[in-house]
């Protein structure tokens, strides 16, 4: 065989490694990044070794779910590749030297050991599903929005809203502030995606026939009540994320009205 059409064995190895790479989301250098292999799929950790994951890491469940986990704020936050939705959590300890993660109606969303294992609970697998890290990730903040740039998302989410419903559902913010309109607009996100969820309900359209509008409003605490066909949202800017109701909050109280 002529030289020139032997196989680049060696290019086409180097390459396949970098594919691999970028799938992962690796920022770190190999030697220092642990991986699947030596993450939660296979046999424990060595005994008395911690792990220390970045503060802001990402993950990858055995169902190939991503998330990343924001560990750098007072309030630990998280959020899953193919939902829009970011979740304060609360941490609380468990037994072994434990962390249990829960959202805002106290339902355990992380577990994360002494050692490092992750196990991440969902609708799908609410028996838990390992986790391992990925690499490092971006840390989750609330942007600044403008007044124009809110009205507008309001706008595309009581559109995503009514379509869930498939009725005309008008979200509500008459007194945003500089101060409050980040939040804003993030709780009418959230309350949209809540509004999805609901509408995959066997009984989801009997509920959102139940909706009149939605309004949001500024408080001590974050809060959500469902009166009159009237969702009423309280959010707390100064508590950042944590400062307005998830989207299982919210359909708890429209769900059970």
Known sequence: MNETHKPPKLKAIFFAFLLC?????QTVAVSSAPSLRDGLFAGRPV???????PP?????????????LDRSQSRPLLKFDASPEIWALQSNPAPRGDIIYK???????????????????TAQRPDGSAAAL??????????????????????QSSTRASRAARRTIPFFADNA?????????????????AFSK????????RILGRVAKVVFVEGRKAAVIFDSGVVRITLAPGDGLAGRPSSERIITAVAGA
């Open 177 to 193: 502030t500089p101060t409050s309109s980040a939040l804003i607009g993030d709780a009418a996100t959230v309350t949209a995606e």
């Open 21 to 25: 790479a970028g799938f992962f989301g």
């Open 134 to 155: 990925a690499g490092s990730g971006t840390p989750l903040r609330l942007a600044p929005v403008g007044p124009v740039a809110l009205a507008e998302r309001i706008y």
């Open 56 to 68: 802001v890491a990402r993950y990858m469940s055995e169902d190939g779910e991503g998330f990343v």
């Open 103 to 121: 959202n805002d109606l106290g339902v355990p969303v992380l577990r994360a050991t002494r050692l490092g294992g992750v196990t991440v609970f």
């Open 198 to 205: 609901l509408a995959r309900r066997t009984d989801g359209f």
């Open 47 to 53: 005994e008395g070794r911690r792990f220390a994951a």
